[in-house]
């Protein structure tokens, strides 16, 4: 536990430092939200109809972007070499990292959500499942994409190839974290998709970690 | 008393056999310098020795513990420096060496240790600068500090003197002594000369596979 909370606070004093990166995400998900009603017209009854799935999307989006540094940078100086072979398992240091990865770029989109759901002319029923749906689903979006973030170490041009190995698995949690709001708007409620997105996440923490310590034992190697 | 052995490993790297046959036996307070052309495996042995490497066959003891059997214990029982120094830009000196301190020992940094492990190598002014601004020669000395101020009984250095100036490398000559006094032991990498007594040598262009290799040569 103590190795936890030493990578963790490091984690986060970092974050902090450099600050610029986590606000680069925060301001990437506003955009991608602000964009949309020029493409689709700003029409009030289809902005709310698509608002969740819009505001879902662009958190994946903006997820992804994020997760390219999550263990890159440790690997390239040689940081993370150091923390395998310290006596905190390796699982732990995955768990830590990507805690403080949810807190600098999960927790903030999660806090600009509702203002960007009145910007989309949101029904005020959606808010507060939308942002359940957010609290339980981000953290498994973190938890898979630490996966692909493990499994591009070393390869060049990461980025896209995350995207790409990351985007299909973010499906479900899509698919749910929408029909949650959906729901809530067409007057049901939405109890069994937040129980879905919370099983969801519950069998991402150890499957997603073991997979993660799993691909950076390799990358080390 | 500790001894750290290993018996028969072989590294193969990339389809390549780097060294096969390679016996070592090291006892509390001993030092085991590793020379070889490039390319001869001196970095792969220390990465076999620190567990961060599978050797293809062999076994690595400490004591009669094989370390495979317990990878994060052993990991506890040794520093390592590799060919990246591991300083964080926008952390201070201080905060990356006492970082590396607390996580060994266990979430509690001690400042004194941070700062005298700071001052044997002479950079205890520049603890507050970050990472940033420091010289690759200035990084080499604060990674050198990160395995003064916590104690393990097991150093690998892999060419721990790059970029190191003829003072610093006495005051590591220094650093190593001490450890080996205090029943430590240390295994170095090396192109260039270092003072060490009483140490055992392994010229790794010996075990090189003498087999021609025919998959190679079609």
Known sequence: MNGFMTILRRDLHLAIRQSIDSMTVVMFFVLVVIIFPFGVGPEPNILARIASGVIWVAALLASTLSLERLFQIDYEDGSLELLSLSSVALEVIVLAKVTAHWLTTGLPLIIIAPLLAILLNMNKEGFLVLILALVVGTPSLSLIGAVGAALILGARRGGVLLALIILPLYLPVLIFGVSAVDAIMNGFEAKAQLLILGAFLLAALPLCTWAATTSIKQAIE | ?218
């Open chain 2, 1 to 218: 008393m500790n001894i750290f052995s290993a018996e028969n490993l072989i590294c193969v790297r990339g389809g390549r056999t780097v060294f096969t046959g390679l016996d070592f036996t090291l006892k509390a307070g001993g030092a085991l310098v590793l020379v070889g052309p490039n390319g001869s495996g001196k970095s792969s042995l220390l990465r076999l020795m620190a567990g961060l490497l599978k050797p293809a066959s062999g076994i690595l003891r400490w004591g009669a513990e094989k370390i495979s059997e317990d990878p994060e214990g052993h990991g506890g029982r040794l520093h390592y420096v590799g060919h990246h120094d591991a300083i964080k830009p926008v952390l201070s000196v201080e905060e990356n060496v006492s970082f590396w301190a607390s996580l060994m020992n266990g979430g509690s940094g001690d400042g004194k240790a941070t700062l005298a492990a700071l001052n044997t190598l002479g950079i205890g002014h520049l603890e507050k600068i970050p990472g940033r601004f420091l010289s690759a020669g200035q990084k080499r000395r604060v990674n050198l500090a990160r395995i003064l101020s916590t104690p393990a009984p097991l150093w690998l250095l892999d060419e721990p003197t790059t970029a190191l100036d003829r003072e610093t490398i006495t005051s590591l000559e220094t650093a190593i002594t001490r450890h080996r006094a205090g029943g430590g032991m240390v295994v170095i990498s090396t192109h260039s000369d270092m003072q060490l007594a009483r140490h055992q040598v392994i010229d790794l262009a010996g075990f090189a596979e003498t087999r021609p290799m025919l998959e190679h040569a079609l």
